[in-house]
């Protein structure tokens, strides 16, 4: 009687182990970040860069089970990024995708239309596996006209309110305008200024980790 009950004792436990574990063991989910230099630490080291700080705000609070992967590249525009992505959500299969990419495109006075349609696609394909999407609003200085800096900008907020995405609003706030926040180019923001680049996220990304 005591051999049955401790084998049938044995038997419940085993399962128990099954069943629990994966809901403790959990698998750590990923945040992919499709950036450009803003994000690829042009022009400062590495661990001073916004992602880096990222990395260890996640830590500091509650938020270690998140893996970031930063796929940014120097002088990625908004075609290489989608030509990119598909891959990148093969292989990391990310919770949420933030998608920091457009600048270069204005810069180089992209027209507004394709500069649109290639982040919907990026959005889309994103959509597609289950992801969040996060998008970074860029702005460009005025001396590309007023027509095509408007419509440039208005491109974020249109296609965050088109696909109900996460939208930060101007990443370079509180930096572009700001005395020894820009590099010497006046097109990188500074060692100084990886802090606010983090700030002007954070708010937006905290709500998504906690979903």
Do not use: C
């Amino acid at each position: 009687m005591d051999t049955a009950f401790r084998r049938l004792r044995s038997i419940v436990f085993i399962a128990l182990i099954f069943v629990v574990a994966p809901v403790h063991g959990g698998n750590q989910n990923t945040l992919l970040i499709m950036g450009d230099s803003l994000s690829a630490a042009y022009g400062v080291q590495t661990e001073q860069a916004w992602v880096a700080l990222l990395k260890k705000r996640l830590d500091s609070r509650g938020f270690s089970g998140w893996e970031v992967v930063n796929a940014s590249i120097s002088g990625e525009t908004t075609d290489g990024g989608l030509r990119r992505l598909p891959d990148l959500l093969t292989r990391h299969e990310p919770e949420i995708v933030m998608i920091e990419l457009g600048g270069n495109d204005g810069l180089r006075g992209f027209p507004p239309q394709v500069i649109r349609q290639n982040l919907s696609r990026m959005i889309e394909q994103s959509q597609a596996i289950d992801a969040d999407v996060l998008l970074v609003g860029m702005q460009i200085p005025p001396n590309y006209g007023k027509p095509y800096t408007e419509a440039f900008s208005a491109i974020f907020s249109e296609l965050a309110q088109r696909f109900e995405t996460a939208l930060v609003p101007f990443f370079l706030a509180n930096i572009y305008d700001q005395e020894n926040l820009m590099q010497n180019d006046d097109i990188h923001p500074t060692a100084e200024a990886q802090g606010q680049l983090l700030d002007n996220v954070w708010p937006v990304l905290e709500p998504m980790l906690n979903k």
